[in-house]
Nanobody, 126 residues
Framework: VQLQASGGGLVQAGGSLRLSCAAS????????MGWFRQAPGNEREFVAA????????SYSDSVKGRFAISRDNAKNTLYLQMTSLKPEDTAVYYC????????????????????WGKGTQVTVSS
């Protein structure tokens, strides 16, 4: 599946952004989906994941309570609502997909995902 992330930008600390990831070339509901981010000099890290149906979600401790992942299978789109943004959230954000392994699966490791979008830059100023 091909993925295209959008919605990044520059925002002040405490602000909000919503990222979108449009999928094409596959049956979207067959995939578990995730968001990852990578800051300069750092490894790519897990942010959030959602199972194929949208019922089950996982978050990293650093974003829990501030970010919300969701999906619309009818629109082939994944979302990440980000609130209470902090300067340390500054990074390139990537969406990723992998064929679902179980009803509940929502992988949290980079190597578990097969398809990646190109990323969208999020910059949070203090």
């Amino acid at each position: 599946v091909q993925l295209q992330a959008s919605g990044g930008g520059l925002v002040q600390a405490g602000g909000s952004l919503r990222l979108s990831c449009a999928a094409s070339g596959g049956t979207f509901s067959s995939y578990d989906m995730g968001w990852f981010r990578q800051a300069p000099g750092n490894e790519r890290e897990f942010v959030a994941a959602i199972n194929w149906s949208g019922e089950y979600r996982s978050y990293s401790d650093s974003v829990k309570g501030r970010f919300a992942i969701s999906r619309d299978n009818a629109k082939n789109t994944l979302y990440l609502q980000m609130t209470s943004l902090k300067p340390e959230d500054t990074a390139v954000y990537y969406c990723a997909a992998t064929i679902r392994r179980s009803y509940y699966s929502r992988p949290s490791e980079v190597h578990e995902y097969s398809d990646w979008g190109k990323g969208t830059q999020v910059t949070v100023s203090s």
